[in-house]
């Protein structure tokens, strides 16, 4: 399977739109330190280098899904099917969690205006409207938003309906990255998904009326390639063995996907390569040779397959794993590849305000005790600001945002 470098290091994925995310494998002049170099847990934080300009993106991690995907290894919290921020089974999780996402905010320096904000996951769309635009008013109170700031929310198509979407639009998210995968019910049954391809057809529906109506900037799908086409989900819920079917095939299936992924509509389009994760049920069953993947050479003429069928429709190749059509490339993940530095708040995320990459805690626990212990450090919220940057290098986070 050829390298698209869409991990930095293991959990840390490296090509993705999400800035916790996304890092290039390369960029100059910048690169990310290696991964054992990052300070994990670390409450000390290094001071700015003069020539460094503060950030204008933030990423806030949303750790929850309705279960784990069989292939992904990120940092997330399964609540269970019927979970939501609104009510019921999960809603306290995310309820206690939220609050803790306040303090990481509050307690950061201010900087100036954001320009762009991703909420990724996990699965953000868990949060109702109310909850997602609170964070949006914590950023603008902290930082400040751009009066043209393009505000991401990653989705997932079994989370919402048009209702929720509405709300969203409302609270100020302008741009949707939805979790798609595959237009194939037993390829998404054996991916452990929740979403089924009829869900995905009416998500994108909405989004792309949305989007025409001027409610909505952008919207973008992800597409997994090199799934395994067999098998399907077995009754325990786990995929059941299957052997990877002919070349031919393969390309046929991923044709296919293309096709009705573009006839959908999204301006932006995120294609990944399955990466099989250590701690995975895929790796398991890679291990007990249940999990045959295509080879390079097979994988090599997916890329390829995506690379012309995608310009033929209009679609620029902007980044390994990105497509785009003109004017719809992410301005967050083109930051990310500037090497401009981010904001990154939330259990798992990164963040390099200064260009030095800073994990945060990886579980809820550890997060809060991270988290405590830093305010306990620091003194009051934005305090160590003023400290490492003198009293006038901090600015002061602008308001007059809607959010407010
Ligand atoms: C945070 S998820 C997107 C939002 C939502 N959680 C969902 O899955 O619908 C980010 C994307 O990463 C991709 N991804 C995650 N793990 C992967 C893996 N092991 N191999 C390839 N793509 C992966 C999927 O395409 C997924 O949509
Ligand atoms: S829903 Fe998204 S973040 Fe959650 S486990 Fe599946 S791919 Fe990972």
Redesign the pocket.
Known sequence: MPDTG??GCRGL?AV???PH?SAPATAAPWSPPPCAAVPDASVVRPAPPPHQAPPRSAYLHIPF?HRR?F????P?VPLGDRADGASGPGAASIAAYLELLHRDIARSPAGPPLSTVYL??????MLTPHQVGGLLAALARRFGLAPAAEISL??????FDRPRLAGYLAAGVNRV?????SFDDAVLASLG?R?RRADLLEAAGWLERARRAGELRSWSL???QGVPLAGGAAPGGEPAAASFPPRQEVLRHWQSDLTQAIAVGPPHL?L??????PG?V?ERLQRQGALPLPDDDTSADLMELSQSRLAAAGYGHYEVSNYALPGHASRHNRGYWSGAGWWGFGLGATAAPWGERQARPRTRQAYADWLAASEAAEGPPGSWAAAVLGAGASQPASSGMPFD
Do not use: K, W
Request: proline share 7%; with cysteine.
């Open positions: 869409r991990f994925p993705t739109e999400n995310q899904c995907c292939y992904c290894d990120f997330v990724g996951g996990g699965t953000p769309s990653e989705m997932d198509p079994a989370s990255s939805l979790g798609g995968q998904r979403h992800d597409l997994i995120s990944y390569d399955l990466i099989v994760e995975t895929f």
